[in-house]
């Protein structure tokens, strides 16, 4: 990684967290669990030139996806990872090194990471995928793609019916791909019929969020004859081996999702054939160094990836779209328009998906979306400030 690209660094003015509910259009419901409510967390920097950097760290309200919550990524932030840094240098990489000593927290750090990125990037004028592109040993800032390839994941419906409602609903928007919310009991009657309505040609996944037990191998071999990009994390968050049990079972790639949190797990899930497919969600694995890392991982190897999410507001997503956009993602990921999930978003203008299965990735430097701050400060309900 080069560090010369930040310049010159501006001392830090302000430092704020704030607490935005976000009230889901429709609960969002998956193998781990239905979630109804769900907050973000924003960091706020402005430096002395008033250069602004934003963050957003998109927790559950609970522990049931990943041991982080909404509580405990606010008590992280306030007590350890802000003040670790800002004692040190205001550039991300600096950053990164400062609060590295923090133990997992993945999502604490990755906000407060994610925050001085876009604050470089809004100091430096360069938008923050030709950053992101300058620091991947493996990208090259000129084959930044100007659009990337967008799926939904879709959240489990009551019915099948109901299932090929919202599919065909989102086949006329234009989708690239769409990933399926699948646990036992709704796997492959559901994978039948929606691979039926779009075709032998569209792309398709699952992701089973840790709710299969090794002894279910013979439905998900079951799923092989419907040729899927990949199964994302059908076994227990920590269980590597099991992962290796299953995929050399089965023909489709196993995609790991809560498994890989950091650079070194996936290194050990891939060598060990855990994974063949590798959902980087850059909230998850600690922000986008650790992210960076990973892409050039996966890339060296011939692993394919593609960009997840966490149901981000525009602000996160935006960071998502600049790390979906280096040339080595394969596959289009999880970046669905925040109007998918909430009534109104965080940034204004915010993105649609357009009619080619794409959106455009911000060129802007900063978040590259106007944040709304008027919205976001009648929407906080509670307010950290550092100094
Ligand atoms: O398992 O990929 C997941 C959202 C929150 C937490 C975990 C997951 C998801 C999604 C939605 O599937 C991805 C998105 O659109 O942000
Ligand atoms: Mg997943």
């Given at each position: 990684m080069r560090t010369d690209l930040f310049g010159e660094p501006v001392p830090i003015a302000t430092a704020e967290l704030?607490?935005?509910p976000m009230a889901l259009l429709e609960p969002f419901v998956t193998g781990f669990g239905t979630s109804s409510s769900r907050a973000a967390l924003l960091v706020h920097l402005v430096d002395e030139e008033g250069h602004e950097g934003w963050g957003e760290i998109a927790p559950f309200d609970h522990p049931f996806y990943l041991p982080e919550t909404t509580s405990t990524t606010w008590s992280v932030v306030t007590e350890w990872a802000l003040p670790l840094a800002l004692g040190v240098e205001p550039t991300p990489l600096v950053?990164?090194?400062?609060?590295?000593?923090?133990?997992g927290n993945n999502f604490a750090r990755s906000g407060v990471e994610s925050a001085y990125w876009v604050l470089a990037s809004h100091r430096t004028g360069r938008s923050l995928a030709s950053l992101f592109a300058s620091h991947a040993s493996s990208a090259d800032a000129s084959e930044?793609?100007?659009?990337?390839?967008?799926?939904?994941?879709?959240?489990?419906?009551?019915?099948?019916?109901?299932?090929?409602?919202?599919?065909?609903?989102?086949?006329?928007?234009?989708?690239?791909?769409?990933?399926?919310?699948?646990?036992?009991?709704?796997?492959?009657?559901?994978v039948a019929a929606v691979r039926a309505l779009l075709g032998p040609d569209a792309l398709l996944q699952v992701d089973a969020n840790s709710s299969y037990r090794r002894e279910d191998v013979a439905v998900l071999q079951a799923l092989d004859r419907f040729d899927l990009l990949c199964i994302e994390q059908p076994l227990d968050w920590?269980?590597?081996?099991?992962?290796?049990?299953?995929?050399?079972?089965?023909?489709?790639?196993?995609?790991?999702?809560?498994?890989?949190?950091?650079?070194?797990?996936?290194?050990?899930?891939?060598?060990?054939?855990?994974?063949?497919n590798v959902n980087l969600k850059?909230?998850?694995?600690?922000?986008?160094?650790?992210?960076?890392?990973?892409?050039?991982?996966?890339?060296?190897?011939?692993?394919d990836l593609w960009c997840g999410g966490m149901l981000e507001s525009g602000i996160g997503r935006a960071l998502n779209l600049a790390m979906a956009s280096l040339p080595g993602f394969t596959q289009p990921?999880?970046?669905?328009?925040?109007?998918?999930?909430y009534a109104s978003d965080l940034v204004e203008p915010s993105y649609e998906l357009d009619p080619d299965g794409t959106v455009l990735v911000p060129s802007?430097?900063?978040?590259?979306?106007?944040?709304?701050?008027?919205?976001?400060?009648?929407?906080?309900?509670?307010?950290?400030?550092?100094r």
């Open positions: 704030l607490h935005v950053v990164a090194h400062a609060i590295s000593p923090i133990r930044v793609r100007p659009r990337v390839r967008v799926g939904e994941s879709v959240s489990i419906h009551e019915t099948i019916e109901e299932t090929l409602a919202h599919v065909a609903k989102r086949r006329a928007e234009g989708y690239s791909r769409i990933k399926l919310k699948i646990r036992p009991g709704f796997d492959v009657e559901v920590d269980d590597i081996e099991g992962h290796i049990e299953i995929q050399a079972a089965l023909s489709t790639p196993i995609c790991l999702d809560e498994c890989l949190r950091s650079v070194a797990m996936t290194d050990e899930a891939i060598r060990r054939g855990a994974a063949r850059p909230a998850r694995v600690g922000g986008p160094s650790a992210s960076l890392a990973i892409y050039d991982l996966c890339n060296t190897r011939g692993v990921g999880d970046l669905a328009p925040p109007s998918t999930h802007e430097p900063g978040v590259g979306f106007p944040v709304n701050r008027d919205r976001i400060d009648d929407a906080t309900i509670r307010r950290f400030v550092a």
